[in-house]
């Protein structure tokens, strides 16, 4: 079920960082909260913060309705971060995910990279509402000089289509 900042036991309300106002609170199958707030999502327990990441370092994420796990890949590359609910899961939990992450999207180009993987440049909005531009690649991709020459260039248009400087 769905809890409020006040639920939570204080020892875990007292680890999140000073002024996270939550969206929506989730018990954790094993232990622990998930905590959606507007600029980033957390996971607590009652001894330590464990996740503490911002919407904009959130690539993708893939809800699996029957073990009711919220799977979030990270734009850097780390090791995807699973969060498996208890019971009684809402169903706005993955959607209040999806609204956050897109909310951190503003403009997004794709394109084909070198060894047919593929490029993609963003411009996202951090937690402080601040745009900055990212390039990922997913797929094949070989690297050298076409491929750095891609992303740069990729890089300065999709700024330029917001209007940041390159």
């Known amino acids: ?13 007292e680890k999140l960082p000073p002024g996270v106002r939550p969206l929506l609170v989730q018990t954790l199958d094993g232990g622990g909260w998930a905590v959606l707030a ?3 999502v957390f996971v607590v327990t009652e ?10 370092e959130v690539d993708h994420g893939d809800w699996d309705g029957e073990t009711l796990t919220m799977t979030l890949t990270w734009v850097d590359g780390a090791a995807p ?15 209040l995910i999806r609204e956050q ?12 990279a070198p060894g047919g993987g593929q490029l993609r440049a963003a411009v996202r909005r951090g937690p402080d509402g601040e745009l900055f ?12 000089p076409a ?15 917001v209007g940041l400087q390159p």
Do not use: C, Y
Not at 1 to 13: F, G, N, V
Not at 81 to 95: D, I, K, Q, V, Y
Not at 133 to 144: I, L, P
């Open 38 to 40: 507007r600029g980033s």
């Open 47 to 56: 001894d330590d913060l464990v996740l503490n990441r911002p919407w904009s």
């Open 147 to 161: 491929l750095e020459a891609q992303i740069a260039d990729l890089e300065r248009r999709i700024r330029s289509d």
């Open 101 to 112: 992450v897109e909310h951190s999207l503003v403009q997004v180009i794709t394109e084909k």
């Open 81 to 95: 971060t699973e969060l498996t609910l208890t019971e009684g899961a809402p169903a706005r939990f993955p959607l």
């Open 133 to 144: 531009s990212q390039v990922t690649a997913s797929g094949k991709v070989r690297g050298g």
């Open 1 to 13: 079920m769905a809890r409020s900042r006040e639920s939570l036991p204080t020892a875990a309300a």
